[in-house]
């Protein structure tokens, strides 16, 4: 069964099952949105199952909560539960310093939101999202309809900022229309191939009226759950160290697969 699976798909099941060690009884958990943090919900839910514990989930999308409610996990909004213990969400790229460029999945304003409610960050992703300087994936930028024109001017002002004036800015479309975010916002995605420093780059973004968040996440992570496109499962920490996961959850893997791939 487990296969069935594509070396992609099954390094992100592997980084989010790396993760379920940091998940522990009682705790209020921030859940992420997108391909990898759907394995994580399903494998929070047979977590709570195999083991007997109860977490209060606050998602960070539609989409999430209506994954995590099917699986019978509690939900919660940030306004009952006040500070996380933990968030655990995917991303688009990360670099040596954990920084991330977040929001393929048009998530990044209430994923970054969660997080930063949240005592500890971690991050679920597989080999291709590593990078050695941000920037390939493009940055997703959520502004609002009104004054758009007028908000990528300032956009174009905070990128020229960092050296990055040229960049291509284009609205992203699904379908012939333009993609919504869950507050009904729309996403720009700048093409900026490196980002030189993402710090500031982060901190000129933060200054654009209009723009009501963009995807790069500074900071904010403390560990990376990881896993190759050969099956291997490591932690990354902050201060680059990696070290190899081994399992011990008392997951039964392939009747999980199974059901997982069910539905
Ligand atoms: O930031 C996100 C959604 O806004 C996702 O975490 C990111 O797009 C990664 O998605 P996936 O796990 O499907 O590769």
Redo the contacts with the bound molecule.
């Keep these: 069964m487990t296969n069935a699976l594509s070396p992609q798909d099954r390094a ?1 099941y592997l980084a989010s099952r790396a993760a379920l060690a940091d998940v522990t009884d009682g705790m209020k958990l921030g859940l ?6 759907a394995w994580l919900v399903k494998l929070v839910a047979e977590k709570c199952r195999i083991h007997g514990i109860s977490v209060t989930c606050v998602p960070t999308s539609e989409a999430t909560g209506a994954l995590a409610q099917s699986l019978g996990l509690p939900l919660a909004t940030l306004e009952e539960t006040g500070t996380l213990d933990l968030t655990i ?4 790229e990360f670099d040596p310093a954990l920084n991330l460029i ?7 304003l209430r ?1 970054k939101i969660v997080a930063l409610s949240s005592r500890r960050m971690v991050v679920i ?1 597989d080999a291709t ?1 590593e990078s050695p300087q941000l920037g390939s994936f493009p940055l ?1 930028l959520e502004v609002l309809d009104f004054g758009m024109s007028a908000t990528v001017g300032h956009i174009r002002r905070a990128l020229a900022s960092q050296g990055l004036g040229d960049a291509k800015i284009e609205q992203r479309m699904k379908n012939g229309a333009p993609v919504r975010t869950d507050e009904g916002n729309a996403v720009l995605d700048a093409h900026l191939g490196a980002i030189p420093d993402p710090a500031a780059l982060a901190s000129a973004l933060d200054g654009v009226t209009g723009l009501v968040e963009h ?1 790069l996440f500074i900071g904010i992570a403390g560990k990376i759950c990881f896993a190759d496109l050969e099956g291997n499962a490591l932690t990354i920490d902050k201060d680059g160290t990696r070290q190899q996961v081994v399992f011990n959850d008392g997951i039964d893997e392939d009747a999980f697969l199974a059901r997982a791939q069910k539905g």
């Design positions: 992100k992420g949105t997108g391909s990898t943090a969400d995917g991303t688009d977040k929001g393929g999945g048009a998530a990044h994923e992703t999202k997703p995807g």
